[in-house]
T-cell receptor, first 113, second 112 residues
Framework: QKEVEQNSGPLSVPEGAIASLNCTYS??????FFWYRQYSGKSPELIMS????GDKEDGRFTAQLNKASQYVSLLIRDSQPSDSATYLC?????????????FGAGTRLAVHP | ETGVTQSPTHLIKTRGQQVTLRCSSQ?????VSWYQQALGQGPQFIFQ???????GRGNFPPRFSGLQFPNYSSELNVNALELDDSALYLC???????????FGQGTRLTVV
């Protein structure tokens, strides 16, 4: 079982719709969770972090965390063509006494006009 | 505020050679982590440096080594390059226990 799993996509949504991206993780002791956006040929860009159960909103983005189900999601409202990118879910298990990120393989999002 | 910068941006090396990649951390950040991202995959953790010492390592062989300098900049060294080392190498910086990590633009390494 992979430590962080995401659907590879592509997830195709029309402009203006809500895009829903999902991620599950295997280490129940994980403490912090992140969403990164990566455009083709570029490096990952941090867009959301979440540490406790529930929802966290930032502009058009909402991150949702359910530690009991080991599930993290990212909602993008009013999707724009510029949101087309690969979205990476990252989890910090905080094992060994130091911080590191374990990434999923990413979900490719395509927003079409 | 200066972001994370990496050099060079692209590099082509021959199998068996050695390579050094460089990273300047974001202003005020004292922790640097290195990741390898193969095509179509998520980044994989190589190791982390905190206050000039390696304090965590992923599942990479000893030919992957690093350094952190007093100004918190860092180097990643890879010896005896293999074709499978071809990847995007990413440096991320963070501050102490704050787990929000910010990436540089990466170095694209091609081994031929």
């Amino acid at each position: 079982q992979k430590e962080v799993e995401q659907n590879s996509g592509p997830l195709s949504v029309p402009e203006g719709a809500i895009a829903s991206l999902n991620c599950t993780y295997s280490d129940r002791g994980s403490q912090s969770f992140f969403w990164y956006r990566q455009y083709s040929g570029k490096s990952p860009e941090l867009i959301m972090s979440i540490y406790s159960n529930g929802d966290k909103e930032d502009g058009r983005f909402t991150a949702q965390l359910n530690k009991a189900s080991q599930y993290v999601s990212l909602l993008i409202r009013d999707s724009q063509p510029s949101d087309s990118a690969t979205y990476l879910c990252a989890v910090n298990p905080f094992s060994g006494g130091y911080n590191k990120l374990i990434f999923g393989a990413g979900t490719r999002l395509a927003v079409h006009p | 505020e200066t972001g994370v910068t990496q050099s060079p941006t692209h590099l082509i090396k021959t199998r068996g050679q050695q390579v050094t990649l460089r990273c300047s951390s974001q202003s005020g950040h004292n922790t640097v982590s290195w990741y390898q991202q193969a095509l179509g995959q998520g980044p994989q953790f190589i190791f982390q440096y905190y206050r000039e010492e390696e304090n965590g390592r992923g599942n990479f062989p000893p030919r992957f080594s690093g350094l952190q300098f007093p100004n918190y900049s860092s180097e990643l060294n890879v010896n005896a390059l293999e074709l499978d080392d071809s990847a995007l190498y990413l440096c991320a910086s963070s501050l102490d226990d704050n787990t929000e990590a910010f990436f540089g633009q990466g170095t694209r390494l091609t081994v031929v």
